[in-house]
């Protein structure tokens, strides 16, 4: 039996570098990006990579009122695929997001240590996503790789993750790099 990980948690948990507001946008965008896919408010998630393992992703049911906010299919996917991959990391690793990155650096989210109170200021990994609304296994290696490429060329010089969810599937290649 797979383990449930419920978008909800996005808003409902405290993660350091996320507000509940910010969180909630996520899930919204992530369950959005499934319901587009044929997926009911359950699926299996399959991961793969570093930490192969299946996750039973759990939403509340899509609105009207929801699709009109994240009407930009690129943009609900990205938001979609930082929702599903700061899950992901939190329940792969002892490591939460502390702080969305800057422009520039290469990367989307720093990672911290989850036994760390504060500060949270303690960058320990950083994480790159990227998200597809439906794509082949040779679309998602590229992107992959693609996205490797881009966090190896970061001028920070710590442990990184790479993490592309595709939606059709749906699939996650979560990589420690």
Not at 39 to 50: A, K, Q
Not at 89 to 112: C, H, K, M, N, P
Not at 114 to 133: C, D, I, M, T
Request: charged letters at 25%; one cysteine or more.
């Amino acid at each position: 039996m797979a383990d449930r990980l419920p978008l909800k948690i996005l808003s409902t948990k405290f993660i350091p570098g996320l507000t509940p507001a910010a969180g909630e946008c996520l899930a919204e965008a992530a369950a959005i990006c499934l319901e587009s896919q044929g997926h009911l408010c359950e699926v299996i998630l399959v991961t793969s990579g570093s930490f192969s393992v299946e996750r039973l992703i759990c939403y509340e049911p899509v609105t009207d009122h929801m699709k009109r906010s994240h009407a930009d299919e690129d943009e609900a996917t990205e938001r979609g695929a930082c929702g599903v991959s700061i899950l992901l990391i939190d329940a792969a690793t002892d490591l939460q997001v502390v702080e969305q990155s800057r422009r520039g650096t290469r990367f989307d989210y720093w990672l911290g240590e989850k036994k760390n109170k504060g500060p949270y200021f303690q960058h320990k990994a950083r994480l790159e996503v990227s998200g597809l609304r439906r794509a082949t296994p040779a679309a998602v290696t590229s992107r992959v790789r693609a996205k490797i490429k881009q966090i190896k060329k970061s001028p920070v010089n710590l442990p990184g993750y790479v993490s592309v969810v595709e939606f059709g599937l749906p699939q996650a290649r979560l990589m420690k790099i």
